[in-house]
């Protein structure tokens, strides 16, 4: 896999750092691991023009340990070096999440994508907040009538939380869904692509869009939680909608918004000295 071999690449960058390139497992203690820690901090990749982010070192520093738990598990070594404290391990990245606001919704609908069924699983993302695990794997029998007759709601369970989710479907969600089929069968089942390949559909679509911010298919669900956050929603109704488990996390979405209001307003800074 492309991060298994990335994680190996920084290893043999940090050991040339260090001047150590055939190290012995005997010879990694706890000031080797804080020291690599240190050095993906810093370290930069594609000729000196990226650094990595924070999520990225903690999943590097996730690959070694769990090598070197490997390593105690087939006695190589005593114990595992990288059995740090929390304060001392790379945080998470707690800062922005990207996402599309109303307009630039609006700009990717209007543009053709070279793979129907994409678009219409990423809208339909964008409008649900479901994430592309639960996208693949909804199906017409999770698709239920509201009291009143006319709603249509979604009840699904997750895939990656196990949480029960209930969605009711806006008339913009409908839009983007397919025409119903047996009860059992998949709603997006014509999105047989790999995910790989639905990254770089993206990619290009949001290109022909003029769509200049980093967009996967995982921002379709922080688009979900800023667009109805910016259309009223409060904090808890989004984090039900979301299946998150705490309303922590939703909170983050909150943070997102404030700082886009700090920025609208600060537009007019001397605007009219």
């Given at each position: 896999m492309r991060s298994k071999r990335n994680a190996r690449d920084r290893v043999k960058q940090y050991l040339?750092?260090?001047y150590k390139p055939n190290i012995l497992l005997k010879e990694v203690d706890k000031e080797f691991c804080k020291g690599y820690i240190a050095f993906l901090r810093t370290c930069t990749f594609n000729n000196?023009?990226?650094?990595?982010?924070?999520?990225?070192?903690?999943?590097f520093v996730n690959r070694l340990t769990a090598a070197l738990s490997l390593a105690v598990n087939e006695g190589l070594i005593e114990r595992n070096p990288f059995k740090l404290e929390q304060k001392e391990k790379p945080k998470k990245d707690?800062?922005?999440?990207?996402?599309?606001?109303?307009?630039?919704?609006?700009?990717?609908?209007?543009?053709?994508?070279?793979?129907?069924?994409?678009?219409?699983?990423?809208?339909?993302?964008?409008?649900?907040?479901l994430r592309y695990s639960d996208i693949k794997s909804l199906t017409w029998d999770e698709v239920h009538k509201a009291a009143d007759g006319k709603t249509l709601y979604i009840e699904h369970k997750q895939v990656k939380t196990k949480n029960?989710?209930?969605?009711?479907?806006?008339?913009?969600?409908?839009?983007?869904?397919?025409?119903?089929?047996?009860?059992?069968?998949?709603?997006?089942?014509?999105?047989?692509?790999?995910?790989t390949t639905v990254e770089v559909l993206l990619a290009e679509w949001m290109a022909e869009a003029g769509i200049q911010k980093h967009i996967t298919y995982h921002c379709s669900?922080?688009?979900?939680?800023?667009?109805?956050?910016?259309?009223?929603?409060?904090?808890?109704?989004?984090?039900?909608?979301?299946?998150?488990?705490?309303?922590?996390?939703?909170e983050i979405y909150a943070k997102i918004m404030d700082k886009k209001k700090l920025g609208t307003v600060n537009l007019v800074n001397y605007m009219f000295s």
């Amino acid at each position: 896999m492309r991060s298994k071999r990335n994680a190996r690449d920084r290893v043999k960058q940090y050991l040339d750092s260090i001047y150590k390139p055939n190290i012995l497992l005997k010879e990694v203690d706890k000031e080797f691991c804080k020291g690599y820690i240190a050095f993906l901090r810093t370290c930069t990749f594609n000729n000196g023009k990226k650094t990595l982010s924070s999520t990225t070192c903690r999943i590097f520093v996730n690959r070694l340990t769990a090598a070197l738990s490997l390593a105690v598990n087939e006695g190589l070594i005593e114990r595992n070096p990288f059995k740090l404290e929390q304060k001392e391990k790379p945080k998470k990245d707690s800062a922005m999440r990207e996402f599309l606001t109303i307009e630039e919704i609006k700009q990717v609908m209007a543009t053709p994508c070279r793979y129907d069924i994409v678009k219409s699983a990423f809208l339909f993302s964008c409008f649900t907040g479901l994430r592309y695990s639960d996208i693949k794997s909804l199906t017409w029998d999770e698709v239920h009538k509201a009291a009143d007759g006319k709603t249509l709601y979604i009840e699904h369970k997750q895939v990656k939380t196990k949480n029960m989710v209930t969605i009711p479907l806006s008339a913009e969600a409908l839009k983007w869904m397919p025409k119903q089929s047996k009860n059992h069968e998949q709603v997006f089942y014509q999105l047989k692509i790999t995910h790989t390949t639905v990254e770089v559909l993206l990619a290009e679509w949001m290109a022909e869009a003029g769509i200049q911010k980093h967009i996967t298919y995982h921002c379709s669900r922080h688009t979900a939680a800023t667009l109805l956050l910016t259309l009223g929603a409060d904090l808890y109704t989004v984090s039900k909608i979301l299946g998150h488990r705490s309303i922590k996390t939703t909170e983050i979405y909150a943070k997102i918004m404030d700082k886009k209001k700090l920025g609208t307003v600060n537009l007019v800074n001397y605007m009219f000295s």
